[in-house]
Antibody
Framework: QVQLVQSGAEVKKPGASVKVSCKAS????????MHWVRQAPGQGLEWMGT????????GYAQKFQGRVTMTTDTSTNTVDMELSSLGSEDTAVYYC???????????????????????WGKGTTVTVSS | DIVMTQSPDSLAVSLGERATINCKSS????????????LAWYQQKAGQPPKPLIY???TRESGVPDRFSGSGSGTDFTLTISSLQAEDVAVYYC????????FGRGTKVEIK
């Protein structure tokens, strides 16, 4: 079945960087966009950005531009999200979530860049504390 | 960015009664070329990731009970739970995917 398995919890000091991994299985990795969404304690959901695992093109929320980097490794079906210059406000659960289907040519299929998130990882807790 | 406004923030409903959650977008999320509303609903139980319930404003995700339904178009949307069950206690979020992705602040549903 389709699964997204995320890396374990992290504790970081202010100013440091954190990298969270998301390993996909049960589907063709390069056929679907991947998103990162975070949730601060007791708060709502916040979209951070998306990556196309086929080629690695990215789109980031303006709030995180310059501080977030998303990468993909097709040999291990893994997407990584690195967030730098951490502050206490970055303490949150970080989720990867599968997006719509990527299609390189409209002659073959319909690209679903704007689509909902149909499969979610269990989340990775990142705590930023001195 | 499109702002999603949910109401109410919380509601308490008796078992078997109807629960209604509203979601309003700051601009239309109806794409005219395909007549689809780019609006989804998610359910999040305590300690769990969000689970998709509804997409395209009214299409139920596979396996979701038919007591959950979505309606609306343009800028105004509703999630209805026709007969609340104990396992429906959760926070519900609307999300637009018309222009990037943004979520409402969530509505907490409890048993009265």
């Amino acid at each position: 079945q389709v699964q997204l398995v995320q890396s374990g919890a992290e504790v970081k000091k202010p100013g440091a960087s954190v990298k969270v991994s998301c390993k996909a299985s049960g589907y063709t990795f390069t056929n679907y966009y991947m998103h990162w969404v975070r949730q601060a304690p007791g708060q709502g959901l916040e979209w951070m950005g998306t990556i196309n695992p086929s080629g690695g093109s990215t789109g980031y929320a303006q709030k995180f531009q310059g501080r977030v980097t998303m990468t993909t490794d097709t040999s291990t079906n893994t997407v990584d999200m690195e967030l730098s210059s951490l502050g206490s406000e970055d303490t949150a659960v970080y989720y990867c979530a599968r997006g719509g289907r990527y299609c390189s040519s409209s002659a073959i299929c319909n690209d679903q860049y704007y689509y909902y998130m149909d499969v979610w990882g269990k989340g990775t807790t990142v705590t930023v504390s001195s | 960015d499109i702002v999603m406004t949910q109401s109410p923030d919380s509601l308490a409903v008796s078992l078997g009664e109807r629960a209604t959650i509203n979601c309003k977008s700051s601009q239309s999320v109806l794409y005219s070329s395909n007549n689809k509303n780019y609006l989804a609903w998610y359910q999040q139980k305590a300690g769990q990731p969000p689970k998709p319930l509804i997409y395209w404003a009214s299409t139920r995700e596979s396996g979701v009970p038919d007591r959950f339904s979505g309606s609306g178009s343009g800028t105004d949307f509703t999630l209805t739970i026709s007969s609340l069950q104990a396992e429906d206690v959760a926070v519900y979020y609307c999300q637009q995917y018309y222009s990037k992705w943004t979520f409402g602040r969530g509505t907490k549903v409890e048993i009265k």
